[in-house]
Structure formats: structure tokens, C-alpha cells
């Protein structure tokens, strides 16, 4: 298997890691495509924070659980604010964000449970989703961050709300959702002067006076500083920005367009 696929089941189309493929889980990242909404949300848009037909998101996200094998009304969402707060969830918490974008878990970007049933859900379109899995402890987490959660360190909080709940660090695996790559993301000053002095690197200065930014890069770096070992990440092959046949990507749409989602659920142990 390659470290991501591309997997089309039921005229739905969805990404698969190979260190979260295991009997103890599901999960998947959306493609664009196999949904009912109409342009600029066409078609697979999964989030209810845009101004899409409301109708149309819930057929879409049925039709995405369909194709996964998990239950709609069993994911949970956080609100999504670009921070860096974790929230613990159980399966008490399960339908926050399925109905309505405002029912979702307040000022939250990041979601980890130990519990069975209960389905993370994180949206981008550009930004990273990041998920996580520890095999041994049995816990799972999943993320939102774009260049405000990477810099204020979404990717660590994550690691961090783990190990509290018993996880050891180097046992965590990680893969990246596609976000805006390097080829792509042209960034101005301010962004420049929030990104720490040890993740330099990430910003590739060119001789024009164009700055481009490398969000996946400090993703990774962040995660290691973290803990995290090198052989348990796995970053995406996908600029969203460069496949926009594929993937929405809120640069390169002008900023209206749908969202992709991740999910990620513990199985019932039999
Ligand atoms: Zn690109």
C-alpha cells in the first residue's frame, strides 16, 4: 500500500493513510467530488460554515459516511477558531456540529477521544487537517490548522492532550491532510513575523522579494519538536491550491468555495 491512496467507493472519492489503516479504525480525507452542491461549492462540500445550501452539505456528508462506513449523526465537529485549543470528547459529545455549523464545540480546533463510536470531524480547504493515532493506547485525535494554528502550535497541543491521556509520544502516528504547499502559498511580512526564529526555514525568500511559506514543513518540524517520530508522519503528496480538479482551495477560489473534511472513529472492539 502507499503511504496515501486515493480510494473511490460508492461515487465518493476519499484519501486513506497507510499508518491509520488498521481493523481498529476508519477514517478518510474528502475529494471535491460525487456531492450535490452547486458551484462555487461543487460538489462533495462538507461544511456547514459556508453559505451552501444547507440540504445539500447533510446529503453530502450522508453520502460520504455512506461511502466510510460510519453513522452521520455520529461525528462530532469544533467550531474552528485558526487556535491551538484541544477538547476531549466522549461519545456523550457525539451530533455537536451534524445539524448546524453553531451547534459545534466553541473555540475548539482540535478533537481527541479514547472512546469508540464517536466520529472527529475537522474541515479545510487549503488549511491542514492533521490526524492522529496511537495503536497502543488506543486514542485518536484530529486537527485543523492553518498558518495561525501551525504557528501558535496546534500540531504539539495535540500531542500534549495525548500523552495526558496516556499515550507515549513516539508511539503517536501522524498523517497530513493535502493542504497549500510551498509552490503556492506566497505569504506577506506579517505572517513572516509570527513564524519562530527555529522554523525560519519554512519561508523561502526569493531574490524577487516574494516570500512562499511552507506550512506543511512546519507541521512536521512542530511534530518533531513534539515528540513525534519521523517514521510516523506522513505528509501529503497534494498542493490544494495546484489540484483544484481534485481538492478545494480557498486561495485559489478567491476565498468562496466548499470545504473537505476528515473523520477519524475508534471501531467497537467485538
Ligand atoms: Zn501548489
Redesign the pocket.
Known amino acids: 500500500m502507499e503511504k496515501e491512496t486515493i480510494i473511490h467507493r460508492q461515487g465518493v472519492s476519499f484519501l486513506s493513510y497507510r499508518n491509520l489503516t488498521d481493523k481498529s479504525i476508519l477514517h478518510g480525507f474528502s475529494l471535491r467530488h460525487g456531492g450535490q452542491s452547486r458551484t462555487p461549492y461543487d460538489t462533495l462540500n462538507l461544511g456547514l460554515h459556508v453559505a451552501d445550501n444547507q440540504c445539500a452539505v447533510l446529503e453530502n456528508r450522508r453520502r460520504f459516511a455512506e461511502a466510510i462506513g460510519y453513522a452521520p449523526e455520529a461525528v462530532v465537529t469544533g467550531q474552528q477558531v485558526h487556535g491551538h485549543r484541544v477538547t476531549v470528547v466522549t461519545a456523550r459529545t457525539k451530533g455537536r456540529g451534524h445539524l448546524q455549523a453553531a451547534d459545534a464545540i466553541p473555540g475548539t480546533d482540535g478533537l481527541v477521544t479514547v472512546e469508540p463510536e464517536i466520529v472527529l470531524m475537522a474541515h479545510s480547504a487549503d488549511c491542514t487537517v492533521l490526524f492522529f493515532y496511537d495503536p497502543v493506547h488506543v486514542c485518536i485525535g484530529l486537527a485543523h490548522a492553518g498558518w495561525r494554528g501551525a504557528v501558535a502550535g496546534m500540531g504539539p497541543a495535540m500531542i500534549d492532550a495525548m500523552a495526558v491521556q496516556g499515550c507515549l509520544r513516539e508511539n503517536i502516528r501522524v498523517a497530513l491532510s493535502p493542504t ?6 506566497r505569504v506577506g511580512v506579517e505572517l513572516t513575523e509570527c513564524v519562530p526564529h527555529k522554523y525560519q526555514q519554512t519561508l523561502n525568500r526569493r531574490k524577487d522579494g516574494e516570500i512562499f511559506f511552507n506550512l506543511p514543513e512546519l507541521q512536521q518540524l512542530s511534530l518533531l519538536d513534539a515528540g513525534v517520530s519521523k517514521a510516523n508522519i506522513i505528509t501529503s503528496r497534494y ?5 483544484t480538479d481534485l481538492f478545494f482551495s480557498h486561495r485559489a477560489a478567491g476565498g468562496v468555495t466548499g470545504r473537505m473534511a476528515g473523520v477519524i472513529s475508534l471501531q467497537k472492539q467485538e
Open positions: 497549500i504547499g510551498p509552490c503556492c502559498y498542493c490544494t491550491h495546484c489540484h
